[in-house]
């Protein structure tokens, strides 16, 4: 072998070092009496992942999920976008996802937080005629902060192949998977949309365990109409609220009087937090 190949290759090897890669640089020196690196216990550890975790659920946006049916899935059930730019919505995606990297991959106990508060759930795309079609995707879900409405929004097809999905979706909430129950778990808040389907959204809404919220969009429809809209509050003949559709936006003008019986929770309803819907 010639001597500058020797030298050539004393270079190469120079460059690798036998020795393992200490994962313990720039941490504390041993305190006297110690044996190994200073380090932090796990549990501070996970406390600074929670904060991390808290942090970036405060910065989140809200995102609006449709719910479909798609039959080759556990649980039955799909996100789908409901938003109106597909493309903004996966940066927006990506963004969430950037924010709690760090915390899912660092181990299996900080991924476990993270799914306390984000959960991942399967994401298909919406044909033009309203089936939940393709391959699937994780879409990573909060559900404090998230909306959902069912994802009947048809554009096309017959009617009768769409009653048949509509069936289906509401078999898979109704009498739902393992996997699908998870899933329902998820919805907090929840969006019924008028007139379409309104029977249907409202059988859905009842089946969530941890449902919250539930939002009814009346204004636009009624309006128009000039239908007055009356809201009860137990089981009453007579309303408790009007719902009044003005220019602000709906307010509900309040009925409570003597039409409750005695002991009835609706007269515990303060008049001021009944201004304004």
Same mark, same amino acid.
């Given at each position: 072998?010639?001597?500058?190949?020797?030298?050539? #290759?004393?270079?190469?090897?120079?460059?690798?070092?036998?020795?393992?890669?200490?994962?313990?640089?720039?941490?504390?020196?041993?305190?006297?009496?110690?044996?190994?690196?200073?380090?932090?216990?796990? &549990?501070?550890?996970?406390?600074?992942?929670?904060?991390?975790?808290?942090?970036?659920?405060?910065?989140?946006?809200?995102? #609006?999920?449709?719910?479909?049916?798609?039959? &080759?899935?556990?649980?039955?059930?799909?996100?789908?976008?409901?938003?109106?730019?597909?493309?903004?919505?996966?940066?927006?995606?990506?963004?969430?996802?950037?924010?709690?990297?760090?915390?899912?991959?660092?181990?299996?106990?900080?991924?476990?937080?993270?799914?306390?508060?984000?959960?991942?759930?399967?994401?298909?795309?919406?044909?033009?005629?309203?089936?939940?079609?393709?391959?699937?995707?994780?879409?990573?879900?909060?559900?404090?902060?998230?909306? $959902?409405?069912?994802?009947?929004?048809?554009?096309?097809?017959?009617?009768?192949?769409?009653?048949?999905?509509?069936?289906?979706?509401?078999?898979?909430?109704?009498?739902?998977?393992?996997?699908?129950?998870? $899933?329902?778990?998820?919805?907090?808040?929840?969006?019924?949309?008028?007139?379409?389907?309104? &029977?249907?959204?409202?059988?859905?809404?009842?089946?969530?365990?941890?449902?919250?919220?539930?939002?009814?969009?009346?204004?636009?429809?009624?309006?128009?109409?000039?239908?007055?809209?009356?809201?009860?509050?137990?089981?009453?003949?007579?309303?408790?609220?009007?719902?009044?559709?003005?220019?602000?936006?709906?307010?509900?003008?309040?009925?409570?009087?003597?039409?409750?019986?005695?002991?009835?929770?609706?007269?515990?309803?303060?008049?001021?937090?009944?201004?304004?819907?």
């Amino acid at each position: 072998m010639m001597p500058g190949n020797n030298k050539k #290759n004393k270079g190469r090897q120079g460059t690798q070092s036998s020795k393992p890669i200490s994962l313990s640089k720039g941490i504390q020196p041993t305190p006297s009496g110690k044996t190994g690196p200073a380090s932090l216990s796990m &549990d501070i550890i996970l406390h600074i992942v929670d904060a991390l975790i808290t942090d970036a659920a405060s910065k989140e946006t809200t995102f #609006n999920w449709g719910i479909a049916y798609k039959q &080759d899935t556990a649980s039955k059930l799909v996100l789908t976008d409901m938003n109106e730019s597909g493309f903004d919505h996966v940066k927006a995606m990506k963004r969430r996802f950037s924010r709690i990297r760090m915390a899912s991959q660092l181990n299996q106990k900080s991924c476990a937080l993270v799914h306390q508060t984000y959960r991942c759930l399967p994401r298909a795309t919406m044909s033009p005629f309203g089936m939940a079609v393709g391959s699937l995707m994780t879409a990573w879900v909060l559900p404090t902060t998230d909306d $959902f409405v069912v994802g009947l929004k048809f554009v096309g097809g017959e009617m009768r192949v769409i009653q048949r999905y509509a069936d289906f979706l509401g078999m898979a909430l109704h009498l739902p998977t393992p996997e699908g129950l998870q $899933f329902m778990e998820c919805i907090q808040k929840f969006k019924i949309m008028l007139p379409q389907g309104f &029977d249907k959204h409202v059988h859905a809404a009842m089946v969530l365990p941890n449902l919250k919220e539930l939002h009814f969009t009346l204004c636009k429809i009624f309006k128009e109409k000039g239908t007055t809209v009356y809201a009860c509050g137990c089981e009453l003949c007579k309303p408790v609220f009007e719902m009044l559709f003005t220019e602000k936006g709906v307010r509900l003008r309040n009925l409570l009087g003597s039409n409750c019986p005695e002991g009835c929770g609706c007269r515990e309803v303060n008049e001021s937090q009944a201004s304004m819907a």
